[in-house]
């Protein structure tokens, strides 16, 4: 099988800012080769480790950033070490790094002097403002990030007495390497069609930023704020919930509501299954739903009072079936009955939930260093130029001999 990034080389200078950048790439196909320092990047040293062992080589974090790539331990400031980082990008259609602005630049190997030497070499940079932005390089980090960028005031409950709730696990880092993906990706495109390579610059707070949903636009557009919703989009105006609380105290989301008369028949029928029509004296509201050729939430914004009736009915429906089935028996009777249902998962209940087991989401990494393998979360999206395996993370200088035997050759 031909996968999807297959032919690309790509040299990535290990950071913390684009690391899931260069992950994604590899575990796509890529020839992804990150470059350490002397002793390894400061990632290595990021806890937990396996057996709660410190070692360099038990990083989870690295372990799970660094999937598919290979490892070169190189001295970038020494003369050698950056003679060899220039041989090793002679050839390469991508540069991933995150360091601060002027780093590179100091030790000559920025893209500015690089790309001069390889015209058709697509240089990109993940930092916190930008290239561009040179007054505006302090330090920052993901929850100053999310917070500069809007996203942590989007994101908590309607008691607003409590504060905003940033989301967790580097999420400012996956937005910007996302970012920075589509942008080497059509600069790829670009270069085959041009042969002319690119810098593309990519701003995690601006990354951030225009990832708020309708937040920025509403600010820029109306100059209105919105308001943080219990597990539903930030709006202006108060929504109505979204969570459904069933009867092992678990939650499903229900997005939509019942919109299409198909809805309105299933819930009406499910209601009939268990018995609980006579629990419900508007089950006959379902009925005129299904006669209606079915009520579209946009009701709520008319004057149709039948209609936003009807609406509503099907959502107490949805929450006395709830009340009276499993989290689990619910999501499945949901989506069964084509009725838009997520459940809201542990990450435990998310790894054995057998859709994500069709998709190989949860994957099996062998390490043969440690004599086992590990469970791994796959690739987010699948398809017949998807990998279908991932290889561990690189240890320590792993290929260095290999990698640098290689450009002697070629040299």
């Known amino acids: 099988m031909h996968a999807l990034l297959q032919g690309l080389k790509v040299v990535e200078l290990a950071s913390d800012r684009a690391a899931y950048a260069g992950k994604l790439m590899g575990d796509l196909g890529a020839q992804v080769i990150v470059i350490e320092p002397p002793g390894g990047h400061v990632s290595r040293t990021y806890g937990p480790f396996v057996d ?55 030790l000559g190997i920025d893209h500015t002097q690089i790309r001069a030497e390889n015209p058709g070499l697509i240089w ?31 994101c908590g409950y309607d008691d607003h007495s409590l504060p905003p709730i940033r989301p967790s696990g580097g999420h400012a880092h996956h ?48 100059r209105s704020t919105v308001q943080r919703r219990t597990g539903r989009h930030a709006s202006e105006q108060l929504t109505m919930d979204i969570q459904i609380r069933t009867a092992d105290g678990g939650y499903c989301t ?42 579209p939430m946009k009701v709520l914004n008319t004057d149709d009072i039948e209609g936003i009736e009807i609406y509503r009915a099907g959502r107490e429906a949805l929450y006395l079936i709830a009340s009276k089935l499993t989290m689990q028996e619910f999501f499945v009777g949901a989506q069964t009955r084509g009725i838009a249902c997520g459940p809201v998962y542990s990450p435990d209940e998310a790894l054995n939930d057998e859709h994500y087991k069709f998709r190989d989401y949860p994957t099996q990494v062998e390490h043969p260093e440690l004599g086992r393998s590990y469970t791994y979360p796959g690739l987010p999206f699948t398809g017949e130029m998807i990998p279908g395996a991932i290889q561990r993370a690189p240890l320590l200088g792993e290929h260095t001999a290999e990698v640098l035997a290689a450009l002697k050759e070629d040299a």
Request: net charge negative.
């Open 52 to 106: 709660d062992k410190p070692d360099p080589d038990r990083c989870l974090w690295w372990w799970h950033y660094n999937t598919s790539k290979r490892g070169v331990v190189l001295d970038l400031k020494s003369r050698e070490g950056r003679e060899d980082f220039k041989r090793l990008v002679k050839d390469a259609d991508i540069v991933l790094e995150g360091e601060d602005p002027g780093v590179l630049d100091a």
């Open 124 to 154: 990109v940079s993940v930092t916190p403002y930008g290239r561009m932005v040179a007054d505006l390089h302090g330090p920052a980090t993901d929850l100053t990030l999310l917070a500069g960028g809007g996203v942590a005031w989007s």
């Open 175 to 222: 937005t910007a390497s996302a970012f920075a993906i589509l942008g080497a990706l059509t600069a790829v495109v670009h270069r085959d069609f041009t042969g002319v390579g690119q810098h593309v610059d990519v701003s995690m707070l601006a990354a951030t930023n225009v990832t708020t949903e309708i937040s920025s636009i509403d600010w820029l557009w109306k």
């Open 254 to 295: 229900n997005p939509m509501g019942l919109t299409a008369a198909a809805h309105y028949q299933a819930a009406l029928d499910w209601l009939r299954e268990l018995g609980l029509e006579e629990e419900m004296p508007e089950a006959f509201m379902l009925q005129l739903g299904v006669e209606r050729g079915g009520v």
